[in-house]
């Protein structure tokens, strides 16, 4: 994980322990616990309780840390506070009441250790945040007018191989080229903004007008992922309920119908919309190029990548800007709403979108 990246996420996770006074509300319901323990005929520490409980709860709900990115989650694991946060820590909390109704004890001695844990968490985070700001490590914050967006490539994927990783580039820059000229009439190089080796993440510069036709690409396929996944558990469950094989024959064959058809609607809405630039000569070539990125970017997801946009919030709008179209605003905008639909994404492990083997597969 880089060290800038680190320090951002470091910085906003102990900004979620201030917001919401984890440590001070879980200590309250600890209190109320104990008293409730040694005095039960006493219902105003039941009260208490469940007052302190609530709070947490109202609190913890909505977090932003639930929307956080697939490489933020990432770096969550790594610093093992992924269950001290957002719904994770709610799903705790109550999991202990509901296994300890009876057994006050227990819950309270389990309702300690997070305590204890959460409490180590935000000492070592204003420690490591104070840290990187004393040795002068800069916070990975975007500009303005830049968009990142980061690929996360799954080692079991290029088998931990170095030429395989590399090769995987080369066809990520051949994927996501196409959209910059759909959306500027010119091809640009990808810029690199950082590389993580942890997860094999890539994350490229953009401008947010390029980003927003990325994400609205990358939004759609996952919305069709989600789609065909959701007929697959159907699937499993009729299975499980014993409906014999040839009644559900026809099930695999309605979702593979499905594929083609809308990757070929979304390429003809992207040149719709985006492709004012393109000389007339080359409109069919794009198309077709974007057909083909689609389908990559698609195959990809279906076998594990988690592609990620990220964009720096919007300012305030002056009464001039509100009144004039802002194609940057306008933009940024789309890359912040595709960006919270794309985060939510549960793979199943195994393809599911009906994809031939990438081309270049069979050589890894």
């Given at each position: 994980?880089?060290?800038?990246?680190?320090?951002?996420?470091?910085?906003?996770?102990?900004?979620?322990?201030?917001?919401?006074?984890?440590?001070?509300?879980?200590?309250?319901?600890?209190?109320?616990?104990?008293?409730?323990?040694?005095?039960?005929?006493?219902?105003t520490f039941q009260q208490q309780l469940t007052t302190h409980l609530n709070n947490l709860y109202q609190k913890l709900e909505n977090?932003?840390?639930?929307?956080?990115?697939?490489?933020?989650?990432?770096?969550?694991?790594?610093?093992?506070?992924?269950?001290?946060?957002?719904?994770?820590?709610?799903?705790?909390?109550?999991?202990?009441?509901?296994?300890?109704?009876?057994?006050?004890?227990?819950?309270?001695?389990?309702?300690?250790?997070?305590?204890?844990?959460?409490?180590?968490?935000?000492?070592?985070?204003?420690?490591?945040?104070?840290?990187?700001?004393?040795?002068?490590?800069?916070?990975?914050?975007?500009?303005?007018?830049?968009?990142?967006?980061?690929?996360?490539?799954?080692?079991?994927?290029?088998?931990?191989?170095?030429?395989?990783?590399?090769?995987?580039?080369?066809?990520?820059?051949?994927?996501?080229?196409?959209?910059?000229?759909?959306?500027?009439?010119?091809?640009?190089?990808?810029?690199?903004?950082?590389?993580?080796?942890?997860?094999?993440?890539?994350?490229?510069?953009?401008?947010?007008?390029?980003?927003?036709?990325?994400?609205?690409?990358?939004?759609?396929?996952?919305?069709?992922?989600?789609?065909?996944?959701?007929?697959?558990?159907?699937?499993?469950?009729?299975?499980?309920?014993?409906?014999?094989?040839?009644?559900?024959?026809?099930?695999?064959?309605?979702?593979?119908?499905?594929?083609?058809?809308?990757?070929?609607?979304?390429?003809?809405?992207?040149?719709?919309?985006?492709?004012?630039?393109?000389?007339?000569?080359?409109?069919?070539?794009?198309?077709?190029?974007?057909?083909?990125?689609?389908?990559?970017?698609?195959?990809?997801?279906?076998?594990?990548?988690?592609?990620?946009?990220?964009?720096?919030?919007?300012?305030?709008?002056?009464?001039?800007?509100?009144?004039?179209?802002?194609?940057?605003?306008?933009?940024?905008?789309?890359?912040?709403?595709?960006?919270?639909?794309?985060?939510?994404?549960?793979?199943?492990?195994?393809?599911?979108?009906?994809?031939?083997?990438?081309?270049?597969?069979?050589?890894?």
């Amino acid at each position: 994980m880089n060290t800038t990246k680190l320090h951002l996420i470091a910085k906003d996770l102990l900004s979620e322990l201030k917001r919401v006074g984890t440590v001070s509300l879980i200590q309250q319901a600890i209190q109320s616990l104990q008293q409730h323990i040694s005095q039960p005929q006493q219902p105003t520490f039941q009260q208490q309780l469940t007052t302190h409980l609530n709070n947490l709860y109202q609190k913890l709900e909505n977090s932003p840390v639930d929307d956080y990115s697939p490489a933020w989650r990432d770096a969550m694991d790594e610093l093992r506070v992924f269950n001290e946060f957002g719904s994770k820590l709610e799903k705790r909390i109550k999991s202990i009441f509901e296994r300890n109704q009876i057994t006050l004890q227990s819950a309270l001695e389990e309702l300690q250790k997070i305590h204890q844990e959460i409490t180590g968490t935000e000492n070592n985070l204003t420690g490591l945040v104070t840290g990187l700001e004393y040795f002068g490590v800069g916070e990975d914050k975007l500009n303005i007018d830049e968009c990142e967006i980061g690929v996360i490539v799954p080692r079991a994927y290029v088998k931990d191989n170095l030429k395989n990783f590399g090769s995987e580039l080369i066809e990520l820059e051949k994927t996501l080229i196409v959209f910059s000229e759909l959306v500027t009439g010119q091809r640009e190089p990808l810029k690199i903004r950082q590389i993580s080796s942890s997860e094999l993440s890539v994350f490229l510069e953009y401008s947010p007008e390029i980003g927003a036709c990325v994400a609205v690409a990358v939004e759609r396929i996952v919305a069709l992922y989600k789609q065909l996944l959701e007929i697959k558990k159907l699937k499993k469950e009729l299975i499980k309920q014993e409906v014999p094989e040839e009644q559900l024959a026809g099930i695999d064959s309605h979702a593979e119908s499905i594929v083609s058809p809308k990757l070929e609607e979304l390429a003809n809405e992207l040149l719709e919309k985006y492709g004012n630039h393109i000389n007339e000569n080359r409109t069919n070539e794009v198309l077709t190029e974007i057909r083909h990125s689609l389908n990559k970017l698609a195959n990809r997801i279906d076998r594990g990548f988690n592609i990620e946009l990220r964009v720096s919030p919007l300012e305030e709008e002056t009464d001039d800007e509100a009144q004039t179209d802002n194609p940057n605003r306008s933009a940024v905008q789309q890359i912040i709403e595709s960006a919270s639909k794309i985060t939510h994404l549960e793979q199943s492990g195994d393809p599911v979108l009906f994809l031939p083997d990438d081309e270049n597969q069979s050589n890894k």
